[in-house]
């Protein structure tokens, strides 16, 4: 499949689940928000639930490409910088009604993990990346003095990346915004992942 | 209603809702976990909104009352042990796989916020609840020395349990085990939390 029809078929598929939820889509569906037709989509996926996994595969190459970009916007030789621009990114633009629309189609998706095996899969695959990306910028910010070097990178990684998921299923769950907590996780940056004498690091991570 | 029969209705919701998901239950599959029939369940509530919507107060309640059991199995005298308490009874029995569908249902009615006001205002009220809490234990913490007064008691309680809601998703999403979060939250607690010299409170917090 050419990588324009793919887009085209996952942008309709993104617009069905928005409209008619994970449980309920169907590939009419999906095929009444594109240019192709239900037979068409069935040529390129065999069943609903190959595309919808297929759309898992869409989304996580997405997200790898924001936090690719995010880091590409940073400083490459500052990890403080790296971790900052990813964690603006992953918390940003949180009060836009679309995005919150987002979070709460990836949530219904995750509600799903202990009785769908292929989707928990698809979960576990984006959790590993981001804990990965986070505990090479940690590493990277001990090694070269940055980071305090009682940091424990991968329980770290996955500390700040379980708080973010937290602040994405609050916003979805209760519409509250992520800013107390955002102030909060660079206040714990500042404290704890900073070496002392770290006197860059501290005014990279925003107030 | 009389406390049995709201009880009995309760427990049947909860069975077929794991059974059938919130999307997909009827009235009908409610009766058929329950000693009661369909007519007798709408005699108690006009329609499977309201009972839902109940049910929802229901895991309030129970919720409370769970917290309200950790706080009493603490040293009431010292915050930390009290912080520690409702730590435990939030992140324990994480590997059980009840556990985890409940966790799972709970996610899947968190999914339907941003479309369901009714919904969106019974997780609110439960958001609420904690962060109260959280913040009444570090002032009380703070006010007697056990905690460092630099805290900000609102925003580190909506830290706290933002936290612990990343671990709840995660779990059911990816399958991961909250043990490693587990460990850096009380080392959180004894390096940002504690207050210089509480050495006691330090000691009361698990490794």
Redesign the interface.
């Known amino acids: 499949m050419d990588p324009e029809t793919r887009e085209e078929i996952m942008g309709a598929t993104y617009r069905a689940l928005r409209e008619h939820?994970y449980?309920?889509v169907t590939m009419q569906a999906i095929a009444d928000e594109s240019a192709k037709s239900k037979a068409a989509l069935h040529y390129h996926y065999d069943t609903k639930r190959e595309l919808l996994l297929a759309f898992h595969d869409h989304l996580f190459e997405s997200f790898v490409e924001r936090l690719d970009d995010a880091e590409a916007a940073a400083d490459a030789d500052d990890p403080a910088s790296r971790l900052t621009s990813i964690f603006e990114r992953l918390l940003s633009a949180e009060d836009d009604?679309a995005h919150?629309?987002f979070h709460?189609?990836v949530?219904?998706t995750?509600?799903?993990?202990?009785?769908d095996e292929a989707v928990?899969r698809k979960?576990?695959r984006i959790?590993d990346h981001v804990r990965a990306r986070f505990e090479t910028i940690l590493r990277d910010g001990i090694e070269e003095g940055t980071f305090d070097e009682a940091v424990?990178p991968?329980?770290?990684a996955?500390?700040l990346?379980?708080?973010?998921?937290?602040?994405?299923?609050?916003k979805?769950?209760?519409?509250?915004g992520v800013e107390?907590?955002r102030?909060?996780?660079y206040e714990?940056a500042r404290?704890?992942l900073v070496a002392d004498g770290g006197a860059h690091a501290a005014e990279v991570l925003p107030e």
């Open positions: 939820g449980a309920d009604d919150t629309e709460a189609l949530l219904e995750k509600a799903r993990g202990p009785y928990r979960h576990l959790d424990d991968e329980e770290t996955a500390f990346w379980t708080l973010i998921n937290g602040c994405h299923t609050r979805v769950a209760t519409g509250r107390p907590v102030r909060q996780l714990f404290t704890t």
